[in-house]
C-alpha cells in the first residue's frame, strides 16, 4: 500500500527532525570539555583532540533547515492537484499560530546550533594566543544540548502544522461544495437501504 502525499512529507519532515536532535546530542557527547594548553615563546597553542563536534553540528543544523523546508512546503502543497490559497489557511486562527510559533522554534534552533558549532570551530582554528594563563576552553557545555532539543520541538510543531493544514483543507473542499455531494443534490445526511 501507497502513502498519500501528506504521509510521505510528514515522515520526512519528522525523519529529518529527529535525525537533527540526534546529531546534536551526538556533537555535544563528542565535544572535549578542554584542550591541551601548549606553552611556547610568549604564546600559548591549544592542541585539541580530534573529534567530530563541528562536523555533526553543521550536519543538524542542515538536517534542521531540511525538517523546517520541508514542513513549510507540506503546508502549503496542493495535494491531488487541488490548492487552498494561503488566505484561507491563514484564516485558521490555531494553524496561523503554530505555523508562526514553528518558524520562530526552528530558527532559534537551528541559529543556536550554528552559533555552538562555528564557536567550536572558532576555538579549533584560532588556537594560538597570547595569555600565558589561557586554559583552552571549548564551546559551552550544553548549547549544543539545547539546540537538540529546540530542532526536536520544532519538527513537533510543523507536524502539528501539518494535522491543522489537513483540518483546513478538509473544511475548505467540505464549504466549497456547498453542502451538496458530487452528485450535486443536497443531502440529508441520512443514508437509504
Known sequence: M???????LGLATALFGVLSFV??????LKK?????????RDVVVCRFPPDPTVALGALSALAAACSAGLGAVAVF????????????LFAHTPLYVFFHVAVGVTAAGAGTTVWATATEAMHHVRNVHRDMAYACPTAKT?????????NLDAMLFWIVCLMLARNVRE????VDHGGYG?????????EEK
Open 2 to 8: 501507497a502513502l498519500s502525499q501528506s504521509t510521505q
Open 23 to 28: 546529531l546534536a546530542v551526538l556533537a555535544e
Open 32 to 40: 572535549p570539555p578542554y584542550g591541551t594548553p601548549i606553552k611556547g
Open 77 to 88: 502543497f496542493p495535494y491531488g492537484g487541488r490548492r487552498v490559497p494561503r488566505k484561507a
Open 142 to 150: 550544553g548549547v549544543l544540548g539545547g539546540a537538540a532539543f529546540l
Open 171 to 174: 473544511d475548505y473542499f467540505d
Open 182 to 190: 458530487d452528485d450535486g443534490v443536497a443531502g440529508t445526511g441520512i
